[in-house]
């Protein structure tokens, strides 16, 4: 599969989903975040799935490849949803989450609803973990895995939103999924088949909380979550240490709850 688009070109990935790369590149972000536009053939409507940050351009080439029936995004970090808000002026549509407080003019999703627009169905599963109101969306033989699964490299458990309890159920639920499930995530390249790479992060989760525990025998039941970073991540660039300090929270309160 290509890796990626230029920013800025909608790119058809199959007959019903294309993909616009925003400009938003970073540590977290990868090369940026996937702005997915799902259409079946010779429907007229899109559906927009995480319209990304409040990038005029960016929104601006997602209503320019309309009309847009409906917004969807995967979770409320911003750089899925700020630009929600604005696309929806743009363009006249509704946005659904799983959070009502993300909702406009529409009621929130619920986890196993189908939705039905732009000649899709659209099935809506909720994959709490990364954070509390993560979701996944099924449509023809794919899985949109916003950022429960990115294209390249691990998520982070966004403590204290995330959990990691729910993650790992999550993951397993994607792990069952028929063998040669595309995946089309949030941020990286497209996915050939979810199930390896979900079981390749719960296989990463249950390293990690064993390295957690070792951590946690050197340094002490009560050690913080900086602590053990240093310790466990040692090998992780320190710019992103903040991020790896949020999953040892929640690994943190896993193994202390059990």
């Known amino acids: ?49 995480d319209p990304g940050p409040a990038d005029d351009a960016h929104l601006e080439r997602i209503a320019a490849n309309g009309p847009v029936e409906l917004i969807v995004l995967t979770h409320f970090h911003g750089d899925h949803s700020d630009g929600a808000a604005r696309l929806a002026e743009l363009v006249g549509a509704p946005i659904r989450a799983i959070d009502p407080k993300l909702c406009v003019r529409a009621e929130a999703l619920a986890d196993g ?26 449509v023809e033989d794919a899985v949109f895995t916003g950022d429960s699964i990115l294209g390249r490299g691990t998520t982070v458990v966004a403590h204290p939103d995330g959990s990691l309890a729910p ?19 949030g941020h990286g390249p497209e996915i050939a088949d979810v199930v390896p790479v979900a079981e390749q992060y719960l296989a990463h989760r249950v390293q990690r909380l064993e390295q ?10 009560d050690a913080t979550a900086r602590q053990v970073v240093e310790l466990v991540y040692a090998e992780v660039d320190r710019s992103l240490w903040w991020a790896a300090e949020m999953s040892v929270h929640a690994q943190l309160d896993y193994l202390r709850a059990r």
């Open 1 to 49: 599969m290509i890796s990626h688009p230029a920013y800025g070109e909608l790119r058809a990935v199959t007959p019903y989903a294309a993909v616009l790369l925003a400009e938003n590149p970073s540590g977290m972000t990868l090369e940026g975040t996937n702005t997915w536009l799902l259409r079946a053939p010779g429907a007229e409507s899109c559906v927009v799935v």
């Open 113 to 138: 609803e189908i939705v039905r627009a732009a000649g899709l169905d659209i099935k809506v599963v909720a994959t709490p973990g990364h954070t509390a109101d993560s979701l996944c969306l099924l």
């Open 167 to 185: 993650y790992l159920d999550s993951l397993r639920w994607l792990a069952s999924l028929p063998k040669g499930t595309p995946a089309f995530p």
């Open 212 to 221: 957690v525990r070792g951590a946690l025998d050197t340094l002490g039941a």
